[in-house]
C-alpha cells in the first residue's frame, strides 16, 4: 500500500489479506487475545487503505521480515467456468480461529485442498461464491464449541456434509444437488458440541444484480407490449368507428338522395297534371 493513495477505497479482499496477517501474528504469539480483537475489528471497520495501513505496521509478513503491504493491484475476475475456478497451487487462506469473537472468509480468495476452522464461544462464515478453488474437491473442516459457522456455496457447486453433532448439529439441506459438469466439489466435515455448522445456497450479488437487471427488463419489456397492444387495440376501435361513422354519413348521404328524387318525381308529376287540366 502506498503512502500517496490513503483514501483509495478498501474492498474486502484487502481487508482479507490484513486479517491474515493478523492470524498469522496470534499464532507466533507477536499478539495476544485482546490485541488480536482489536486489531481485527479495526481491519472490518476499515474503509479506506489509509485506515488499514497503521494495523499491521509493526507487524512482520511471514518469514519474509518486512512490513506487510495491501497490494495495490486487485485480482482479475475470474472466468465464468469452473474450469477458471480450479487453480491448483496452495490456498490464500488455510485456517480460521474464533474464541469469544468471529471471521469472515470471504470474497475473493483461494480454497486450499482443506480449510480447517475452530470456533469457540463465537462464530464465522466461510464464503465460497467469489472463491478460487486450489482443487476439484476441497474439505471445509469445521470445529464449533458453543459457537457456531455458516458455510456459504455459490449454486452448482456439489456439498456433502460428514460432520459430528453432540448437543448440536450440520445442515445437511444442500447435500443431494448435483453440481454442474465440472464444478468443485465442498465436502463439510467437522464436530459441533452446543453448536452447529449451517451450509447455504447463495448467489453472488453481482449475479443478484444481474437477475434484478434482467426481471426489471422483463417488466419493462412486458409494459412496451401492453402498450403495444393497446396502442393497437385502439387504433382498431378507432379504426373501426371512423368506418363506421363513414358507413353511417354513406347511409344518411343515400337516403337523402333518394328522398331528392322523389320529390323530383313528385314535383314532375304535378306538373304533368297541371298541364294535362290546362
Known amino acids: 500500500m502506498t503512502d500517496e493513495t490513503p483514501e483509495l477505497r478498501a474492498s474486502d479482499a484487502d481487508r482479507e489479506r490484513v486479517a491474515e496477517v493478523l492470524r498469522d501474528a496470534l499464532a507466533e504469539g507477536r ?4 490485541e488480536f480483537e482489536e486489531r481485527l475489528d479495526a481491519t472490518y ?21 518486512v512490513a506487510p503491504k495491501v497490494s495495490m493491484t486487485k485480482d482479475p475476475a475470474h472466468a465464468g467456468s469452473w474450469a477458471g475456478r ?23 480468495w483461494t480454497v486450499p485442498r482443506r480449510f480447517n476452522s475452530f470456533a469457540f464461544w463465537g462464530g464465522g462464515d466461510i464464503d465460497l461464491r467469489e472463491a478460487n478453488f486450489a482443487d476439484g474437491e476441497v474439505v471445509i473442516n469445521c470445529v464449533a464449541i458453543m459457537g457456531g459457522m455458516n458455510v456459504i456455496v455459490p449454486p452448482g457447486v456439489e ?6 453433532g453432540i448437543m448440536g448439529g450440520f445442515d445437511h439441506r ?14 463439510v ?5 452446543w453448536g452447529g455448522v449451517g451450509v447455504e445456497r447463495k448467489l453472488t450479488r453481482a449475479e443478484k444484480l444481474r437477475q434484478k437487471e434482467e426481471r426489471r427488463q422483463e417488466k419493462l419489456d412486458r409494459k412496451a407490449a401492453m402498450r403495444e397492444l393497446h396502442s393497437s387495440f385502439r387504433e382498431d376501435v378507432e379504426g373501426a368507428h371512423r368506418r363506421m361513422l363513414e358507413g353511417h354519413r354513406d347511409l344518411m348521404r343515400e337516403h337523402r338522395d333518394e328522398r331528392r328524387e322523389q320529390r323530383e318525381l313528385r314535383r314532375e308529376e304535378r306538373d304533368r297534371h297541371r298541364r294535362g287540366e290546362d
Open 31 to 34: 499478539l495476544d487475545m485482546t
Open 86 to 108: 480450479i487453480t491448483g497451487g496452495e490456498g490464500s487462506s488455510s485456517w480460521a480461529v474464533a474464541v469469544m469473537s468471529g471471521f469472515q472468509r470471504k470474497g475473493r
Open 174 to 187: 444442500e447435500e443431494g444437488v448435483p453440481g454442474d459438469p465440472g464444478a468443485p466439489r465442498v465436502v
Open 189 to 193: 466435515t467437522g464436530f459441533a458440541f
Open 45 to 65: 471497520s476499515a474503509r479506506t487503505y489509509g485506515e488499514l495501513e497503521p494495523i499491521t505496521r509493526d507487524l512482520p509478513a511471514g518469514s519474509a521480515g
Open 159 to 164: 456439498v456433502i456434509v460428514r460432520g459430528i
